[in-house]
């Protein structure tokens, strides 16, 4: 009986750290990765710092509370994306697709946003500078499919 109950305390310790690896965070800092494929992947809490992402497809990913700190998104797609608490502080949008994706409580004032779609985004609570919200209030449009909030009330656009 003891062996027995031994014996199902490891297959269920196995399986844990086994499940638990599997949902850990991941560093791909200062890496190139152009073109990559992160598309629906869980990447929770991971690491993209100083990373290169231009052309990357991280569409429908999980990325709540990772860090893309200086990381390079040009003509990157994040749409449909779960950025909520990520840091996105001194990340360059060049080209990049948001639409969709829900920002909520990210940190991105030194973030640099140029010719980006944000069709649909929620960016509730996101710290941005005023340079750059004035821009994204001039191109807002939509209702983010997920929260259903508007995209120019999210921004608190005038």
């Known amino acids: 009986m003891l062996s027995r109950f031994f014996s199902l305390f490891l297959i269920v310790q196995v399986f844990l750290f086994s499940a638990s690896v599997a949902n850990a965070s991941i560093d791909y800092g200062k890496q190139t990765l152009i073109g990559a494929d992160f598309s629906k992947s869980d990447l929770k809490g991971s690491t993209f710092y100083l990373t290169n992402l231009q052309d990357a497809n991280l569409s429908f990913s999980d990325l709540e509370g990772a ?13 449909n994306t779960n950025l909520k608490n990520a840091t996105l502080d001194s990340a ?10 829900v920002l909520e409580d990210a940190f991105a004032y030194n973030a640099r946003f140029l010719d980006v779609d944000i069709e649909g985004a929620d960016f509730t609570n996101v710290v941005i500078r005023p340079d750059d919200l004035k821009y994204l209030c001039s191109i807002a449009e939509g209702v983010n499919q997920k929260t259903k909030r508007n995209t120019r009330e999210s921004l608190l656009c005038e």
């Open 67 to 79: 860090s893309l700190f200086g990381a390079k998104l040009l003509n990157t797609d994040l749409s």
């Open 92 to 101: 360059v949008f060049d080209g990049t697709n948001l639409s969709n994706a």
